[in-house]
């Protein structure tokens, strides 16, 4: 993007404020107005590179459109829209920029901490930002106050970013792990990688809102503060002073406020500055405010006009937007509980189809052992006087022993068909919308283990139970629940591998009895932790290409909040993955 500048009525406000500003003092003197323009010339100015990391927000970063964005990159526009530069901002990794720096690919890094060693390299411009570094950590991890508390710690850092220098020329005794990017150093502590994080203040915040990365706070502030500059290369004082002379200009026009307000003043507010205050309005004099006052009226009415119609189609977008998103999940879900309502009507009549006959069998085995032990009688009496003889193709010594056996082995499977299939009646059976029932977590986790047994059983050879004795009951809807911890178990299932991997099952209560709890394991492949925080986000799947619609956690979740419970995944990549759900133990005033 290249600029030109003329000193024509046709320039921007803010550029016509400070000409007026600089002139009128000496045209009043000279008791004349001239009217004058003069024109720069028409060649093509050269094109200066300026490179960032792509991976440092919210200084910069490249956006969801592929573009570069950011504090650092809007600060270099403006320079250049006020310096008549012409520009081209490239961002990639911060190592690969410094190197370019160094080997001449591009003319300087819009945005470097200064530090004594650096000097010896680049030359740095003035300060366009002051940034603080911070320990980042889980909200359960032991505590520090400094960085020396961090010593034999596992500590993720930014390679060659300054408090990787810092840390280095300090002798720190920190186990230091090094990253690409700041986001890869917070991922780490959030996934238990490692212990702590430092990460400049600004951009580990930013990082937690955006990533959602609830479970780290910063636990110790401003351990170290930098200079934030342009880097040029060493020599180049040309380029430099350029940049200089346009950042500020950029604070004499306030520019800079608006742009360090937009991308950090939310994140990092600055007290007002009545300093400055004091200072721009005492070079406010009447024939100034005379000459400007209808432009800056007429102005400022054009400005809050388009400002507020902006805003008014931005929200627009916005909501139109939502009702869109809002719209396809609805039907999307109306499908799924379409599918399953059906389901439920088939299952239903296949109970019904498969219970006749059972019903029949479980008759007929008790007749046939009634019989067989009159018969018995009269064939042992037979046996006695006669010796062995031959019965069904069997001899009689053998079949007296299996027949029992054998009646016994077809009643005991037409009670298991039987269970099974009011286990899938009562899971298929549409529940109450009200949680009121005062339910028994171990019989619905038996249930839900019986309903899934044979996927169990093809899945693994190490799966294990163990139920709480005398655990509290709590209040809700066993359907709904069943619904949950069958999905559970389904999904720990699919994550492994091979049978050799176990699955392990436990239930049990708080010492305070005011919780009670499922939890669920698996050696499986574990989840990447930039997914454990969108599990439950509605069609999110990594299984979409085995058939995976990314609705059974998000409906799991959904139940589980309307008991009152958590549902929490915990994860090591490559090694398992543990589900633990909580509900709140009865009490009478639920009921009220």
């Known amino acids: 993007m290249s600029y030109s500048v003329t000193y024509t009525a046709s320039r921007t406000l803010h550029f016509v404020g400070s000409s007026i500003l600089l002139i009128l003092p000496l045209l009043l003197l000279a008791g004349a107005v001239p009217l004058f323009a003069a024109q720069l010339p028409k ?113 993720a850092v930014h390679r060659l970013g300054i408090m990787h220098d810092y840390l280095v020329k300090s002798g720190s005794r920190a186990e230091l792990v090094l990253t690409d990017t700041p986001a890869d150093a917070m991922r780490l502590v959030a996934a238990g990688k490692t212990e702590f994080a430092v990460v400049a203040i600004v951009p580990g915040m930013y990082l937690i809102r955006e990533l959602k990365l609830t479970n780290l706070i910063p636990v110790v502030r401003n351990v170290a503060t930098h200079r934030y500059c342009y880097a040029v290369d060493k020599g180049d004082a040309e380029l430099l002073s350029r940049l200089n002379e346009g950042l500020a200009i950029l604070k004499k026009t306030g520019q800079y406020e608006e742009i360090y307000n937009k991308w950090l003043g939310v994140l990092e507010p600055r007290p007002v500055d009545l300093i400055t205050i004091a200072k721009y309005a005492a070079v406010v004099v009447v024939p100034l405010l005379l000459l400007l006052g209808v432009f800056a009226l007429w ?42 309502a059906a389901l439920g009507i088939l299952v239903s009549g296949v109970a019904h189809e498969i219970n006749n006959p059972t019903g029949l069998i479980l008759l007929e085995a008790t007749t046939m052992k009634r019989f067989f032990t009159d018969a018995a009688k009269i064939m042992e009496h037979y046996y006695a006087d006669n010796g062995d003889f031959t019965c069904g193709g069997l001899p009689y010594s053998r079949m007296r022993e299996e027949i029992p056996r054998s009646l016994d082995k077809l009643q005991d499977a037409g009670k298991r068909i039987k269970r099974i299939v009011d286990d899938l009646k009562d899971f298929a059976r549409q529940g109450e919308i009200t949680c009121r029932e005062i339910v028994d977590l171990n019989s619905i986790a038996q249930a839900a283990v019986r309903l899934v047994e044979p996927t169990i059983h093809k899945a693994t050879s190490r799966f294990s139970v163990a139920y709480g004795e005398n655990l509290p009951p709590f209040c809700g809807n066993a359907q709904r629940i069943e619904q949950v911890l069958v999905n559970l178990i389904l999904n720990a299932c699919q994550a492994l591998s091979e049978a050799e991997g176990a699955i392990e099952l436990e239930t049990f209560c708080d010492i305070a009895r005011t919780t009670i709890t499922f939890r669920l394991l698996d050696e499986g492949s574990g989840i990447a932790p930039e997914h454990l925080a969108r599990l439950t986000d509605p069609f999110f799947t990594t299984k979409r290409e085995s058939g995976g619609t990314g609705l059974g956690l998000s409906v799991s979740a959904g139940i589980v909040k309307e008991h009152g419970g958590m549902l929490i995944f915990t994860s090591n990549p490559g090694s398992e993955t543990v589900v633990t759900l909580t509900l709140p133990v009865y009490n009478k005033e639920q009921t009220r």
């Open 43 to 155: 060649h093509e100015p050269r094109v200066i590179v300026i490179g960032g990391d792509r991976d440092y927000p919210p200084y910069e970063f490249i956006d969801k459109d592929g573009q570069p964005n950011g504090y650092n990159v809007n600060i270099t526009h403006a320079i250049a829209e006020v310096m008549g530069m012409k520009v081209e901002i490239r961002l990639g990794g911060w190592a690969e920029m410094r190197n370019a720096l160094h080997n001449g690919t591009i003319d300087a890094l819009e945005g470097m901490s200064w530090s004594e060693e650096r000097t010896g390299q680049v030359d740095f411009s003035s300060p366009h930002a002051v940034i603080n570094h911070a320990v980042f950590a889980r909200k359960d991890s032991p505590s520090v106050t400094s960085l020396d508390d961090l010593a034999g710690r596992v500590v």
């Open 299 to 340: 102005s400022r009415t054009l400005h809050r006009q388009v400002a507020l119609r902006t805003a008014d189609l931005t929200k627009e977008i916005a909501e139109r937007l939502h009702a869109e998103e809002e719209l396809l999940l609805n039907q999307q879900q109306l499908v799924q509980a379409d599918k399953m």
